[in-house]
């Protein structure tokens, strides 16, 4: 793990979870901006350090295998303490599923990274995300896409590449025509390795 006064990166290896994790934050909480966790093995569990970083403005948990009920409890946490976050990072963690509450708590945020998980569906509440302006789904099972994601109009960067999205035509799915014409913000579409089996994917001329 390396530190500075407001950067923190723990990587895991064969001794453990660092022990940083779980100490006392108090001493360097007020400094903090930054904190990423790499391949450490959270499961169920979060570092109790985490609500004291009040300055944080980018979290990454990325390869921790964080089980879905540690993710509600971080939108409990993070919600009312990291007010300043802007970069919430929760790429390979084999995610199956994502709290419908919390999200709401995060009104400052501008980068979400659910890439490299198992999500089949996403909650319509992700849409309280006023100014979020990158979305990255890549890389999960998702087949549809809520239609309150349309609400999401600062999106400037939108990423599904590698999912199914073979049922954005049914019933209570978001149509990606409707979404681009929603998001008058959007510069960056990436749709590699979709499947579209039913012309789900077009877009207007």
């Given at each position: 793990s390396s530190s500075s006064s407001s950067s923190i990166s723990s990587?895991?290896?064969?001794?453990?979870?660092?022990?940083?994790?779980?100490?006392?934050?108090?001493?360097?909480?007020?400094?903090?901006?930054?904190?990423?966790?790499?391949?450490?093995?959270?499961?169920?569990?979060?570092?109790?350090?985490i609500p004291q970083l009040t300055r944080l403005t980018c979290l990454r948990l990325h390869g921790?295998?964080?089980?879905?009920?540690?993710?509600?409890?971080?939108?409990?946490?993070?919600?009312?303490?990291?007010?300043?976050?802007?970069?919430?990072?929760?790429?390979?963690?084999?995610?199956?599923q994502l709290p419908e509450k919390g999200w709401e708590g995060l009104t400052g945020l501008k980068e979400?990274?659910?890439?490299?998980?198992?999500?089949?569906?996403?909650?319509?509440?992700l849409s309280s995300l006023s100014v979020l302006t990158e979305l990255r789904l890549n890389h999960n099972q998702?087949?549809?896409?809520?239609?309150?994601?349309?609400?999401?109009?600062?999106?400037?960067?939108?990423d599904a590449s590698h999912n199914w999205l073979s049922g954005l035509r049914a019933a209570g799915s978001a149509s990606l025509a409707g979404l681009a014409a929603?998001?008058?913000?959007?510069?960056s579409l990436a749709l590699a390795n979709t499947s579209d089996k039913h012309g789900s994917l077009e877009l207007p001329l």
């Amino acid at each position: 793990s390396s530190s500075s006064s407001s950067s923190i990166s723990s990587y895991g290896n064969r001794l453990g979870t660092p022990a940083c994790l779980w100490m006392n934050a108090a001493a360097w909480a007020s400094k903090l901006t930054s904190l990423g966790v790499h391949g450490v093995q959270l499961g169920g569990c979060l570092p109790p350090c985490i609500p004291q970083l009040t300055r944080l403005t980018c979290l990454r948990l990325h390869g921790c295998s964080l089980q879905p009920r540690a993710a509600a409890a971080l939108l409990r946490q993070v919600g009312p303490s990291c007010q300043a976050l802007q970069v919430l990072g929760l790429a390979g963690n084999e995610l199956w599923q994502l709290p419908e509450k919390g999200w709401e708590g995060l009104t400052g945020l501008k980068e979400l990274d659910l890439s490299h998980n198992s999500l089949a569906v996403l909650p319509g509440s992700l849409s309280s995300l006023s100014v979020l302006t990158e979305l990255r789904l890549n890389h999960n099972q998702l087949s549809r896409l809520p239609q309150e994601l349309a609400a999401l109009s600062s999106v400037v960067l939108f990423d599904a590449s590698h999912n199914w999205l073979s049922g954005l035509r049914a019933a209570g799915s978001a149509s990606l025509a409707g979404l681009a014409a929603a998001w008058p913000c959007l510069r960056s579409l990436a749709l590699a390795n979709t499947s579209d089996k039913h012309g789900s994917l077009e877009l207007p001329l």
